[in-house]
């Protein structure tokens, strides 16, 4: 009896191990596949020219035409600048997002009708950017180390087998989101969808949807996305007309003191 005791109790422990192994395994390759997305070559620098469409039920769509500009640095750093251009209401109004090598963000906004610049406060990670379905979190930059990741399996999405990756915050203090569920394209690393989760750990509340994307200077170049409020059914659709990579913009395009001259930008712009 001691004897099938003594090998019951070896048995869990083996499948025990064998299971943590697999779990290990399983966490590496999450977490390689999170790094692939982040690293997808992206140019140097980049600078875009497009629309920004919002759109909910018993209104006629309402069309912001914008620039972006991003600036990888050498010290790790991420550099991004939106700028809109038009209506008049909002032309000029400028977001600067600088994401620091540590994974920490500082971010500006400048407002033509006050002709100021005041920094975003990091407790508004939830705030919509102006009045879009986008947080001020969503425009920046996050970091693979700053969640914990795992694999939920392999689902057909835009036509594609991706890989389904979860994502949750290693602090949930650090997010708006308690996890968000992204379907990669394993080949390009190119994510086609993302559910956002805020509440409500089962159930969504926006959703994230790519639409087209072209090759570009041998970039791959996402040309039409939208975000859905799953509550409201409220949709911001991005539109890219042109995009411009290794212009080698200068690092003086994305100080807070230069987003409150947007004529610094004008010959960089497509």
């Not at 956002?196 to 970039?219: A, C, H, I």
Request: hydrophobic residues 35%; glycine residues 6%.
């Amino acid at each position: 009896m001691s004897r099938l005791i003594f090998l019951l109790r070896l048995f869990r422990m083996l499948a025990l191990s064998l299971l943590l192994a697999t779990s290990a395994a399983h966490a590496d390759e999450a977490s390689a596949l999170a790094q692939k997305v982040y690293d997808r070559p992206n140019g140097r620098d980049l600078v875009t020219q497009g629309r920004m469409v919002l759109t909910e039920k018993g209104r006629a769509p309402r069309i912001r035409e914008l620039v972006t500009y991003r600036l990888d640095k050498a010290n790790g750093e991420t550099a991004n600048l939106i700028r809109f251009l038009d209506p008049e209401d909002i032309a000029g109004t400028g977001l600067l997002s600088i994401d620091q090598a540590d994974g920490s963000t500082d971010q500006w906004l400048y407002l033509p009708a006050l002709d100021r610049v005041r920094r975003i406060s990091s407790d508004r990670k939830g705030g919509r950017f102006v009045g879009s379905d986008l947080y001020f979190e969503d425009l920046q930059e996050r970091k693979p180390s700053e969640d914990r990741h795992r694999l939920l399996g392999k689902q057909t999405e835009n036509g594609i087998l991706c890989d389904v990756l979860e994502s949750v915050p290693v602090d949930p203090d650090n997010s708006v989101y308690r996890k968000r569920i992204l379907w990669v394209d394993p080949a390009t690393a190119i994510v086609q969808r993302t559910d956002y989760f805020e509440k409500d750990p089962d159930t969504p509340s926006k959703r994230w949807l790519l639409r087209g994307k072209k090759r570009n200077q041998g970039y791959w170049t996402l040309t039409d996305s939208r975000v859905i409020d799953l509550t409201s059914g409220h949709e911001t659709r991005m539109v890219i007309d042109s995009a411009l990579y290794d212009q080698k913009l200068p690092a003086k395009l994305f100080t807070s003191q230069a987003l409150a001259d947007e004529n610094l930008e004008s010959e960089y712009r497509p």
